[in-house]
């Protein structure tokens, strides 16, 4: 039972140009999205969030946008640099839920083409 | 300096036997957490411990228990070891159980495997 998705197992992207990945829900109780970035061998580092209120965050070359009537997310990174390589976790979580948790997607590999 | 520390890093171990991840956090978090990453690279919350308030998911097996000898530790005992335990456990902890918009920071995890 896949509350979060990610459908995109990994996505290839030329250094400079943008980088989207998706991430899509099914429990409508989710009123809290985040996104975590993992480097192998070291633990999800906590990226950038949304609340259900708004429909854009953005943070430096980071923007996330929820549409809750579709259940989807996404993150963007504009302009992609080598670093940038890595899994990308989609997690949601519900206000009541607290103790609950985030739930994540299976995460998508990013790669950063020079 | 690291934040949520786990150790040890690595843990290979024979079925049926017990063994004990240890978590320490210095961020001065009141809710920590246990996290595992199964071989299908699913992360699914184990336990969030709160202000000595235990929450545990319901698919937990009761061979694992966290035990919290203060807010800043939280290790994870596991006993009689099977061969579906093999998976990487990370540790992570946050501001408080409602503070969502910080996140949760996540330690290196511990990969256990168990032959």
């Known amino acids: 039972d896949q509350q979060v998705k990610q459908n995109s197992p990994s996505l290839s992207v030329q250094e400079g140009r943008i980088s989207i990945l998706n991430c899509d829900y099914t429990n409508s109780m989710f009123d809290y999205f985040l996104w975590y970035k993992k480097y192998p061998a070291e633990g999800p580092t906590f990226l950038i969030s949304?609340?259900?209120?708004?429909d854009k965050n953005e943070d430096g070359r980071f923007t996330v946008f929820l549409n809750k009537s579709a259940k989807h997310l996404s993150l963007h990174i504009v302009p992609s640099q080598p670093g940038d390589s890595a899994v990308y976790f989609c997690?949601?979580?519900?206000?009541?839920?607290?103790?609950?948790?985030?739930?994540f997607g299976k995460g998508t590999h990013l790669i950063i083409q020079p | 300096d690291t934040a949520v520390s786990q150790t040890p890093k690595y843990l290979v171990t024979q079925m049926g036997n017990d063994k004990s991840i240890k978590c320490e956090q210095n961020l001065g978090h009141d809710t920590m957490y246990w996290y595992k990453q199964d071989s299908k690279k699913f992360l699914k919350i184990m336990f969030s411990y709160n202000n000595k308030e235990l929450i545990i998911n319901e698919t937990v097996p009761n061979r694992f228990s966290p035990k919290s000898p203060d807010k800043a530790h939280l290790n994870l005992h596991i006993n009689s070891l099977e061969l579906g335990d093999s998976a990487v456990y990370f540790c992570?902890?946050?501001?408080?159980?409602?503070?969502?918009?910080?996140?949760?920071?996540f330690g290196s995890g511990t990969r256990l495997t168990v032959v």
């Open positions: 997690a949601a979580s519900a206000e009541a839920g607290g103790a609950d948790g985030l739930t």
């Open positions: 992570a902890s946050s501001r408080s159980l409602t503070s969502r918009n910080y996140g949760y920071t």
């Open positions: 949304i609340s259900s209120i708004k």
